[in-house]
């Protein structure tokens, strides 16, 4: 496990949210604007919405909207982590089991480069970021020259976004407005 920086360091992080149940739109922004207060003042950048299919689930699981939101964060990672679980359930997030569709859902895609492997509690850069179409779109939407950390290595999204599986390419993104 690598260690995060200190507290009082601003570190960059990438999250990921998600809602496929209710409101979505009003879910997004409810995540997003309890997000504004976590992050350091002025740092928050978002990607466009977008819609998306559930992945690994049944037909029957609604259809997502999703938006990566990125800033700087003074704290280490499983401070970070704490919160948005904090915002989760402050949203009436509730888990019937790991795969069921959600009000709210919000993962930690990057740490800036720190790659933490202590599962079930966290994995950075998430485990699914480089499956996850929107994930990788939403990124380019803010900056293709993000860099993800994979195997100690940095790559930039673009580089990651270029290189994706027929499978991942394949997965329905529609972006709105």
Known sequence: MTTT????????????????????LL???LMERALRSVFVE????????????????GAEHPVYLNRIVVGYYRGDAYELLDR????????????PSPRAPRTVDVDILLFGDAEINDPPKLIVPHQELRNRRFCLEGLMDIDPSI???VAGRP???????????????????????
């Open 27 to 29: 879910h997004i922004e």
């Open 147 to 149: 860099l993800v950390p």
């Open 155 to 177: 790559l930039a999204v673009d580089e990651l976004y270029k290189n994706m599986g027929a499978d991942i390419a394949a997965q329905n993104v529609s972006f709105w407005g």
């Open 5 to 24: 920086p200190s507290a009082s360091a601003q570190t960059f992080a990438a999250l990921s949210l998600g809602s496929n149940l209710g409101d979505r």
């Open 42 to 57: 002025g740092s928050v950048q978002s990607s466009r919405i977008m819609e998306t299919e559930p992945i690994g689930v």
């Open 84 to 95: 948005c679980l904090s915002i989760e359930n402050a949203l009436g997030r509730t888990r």
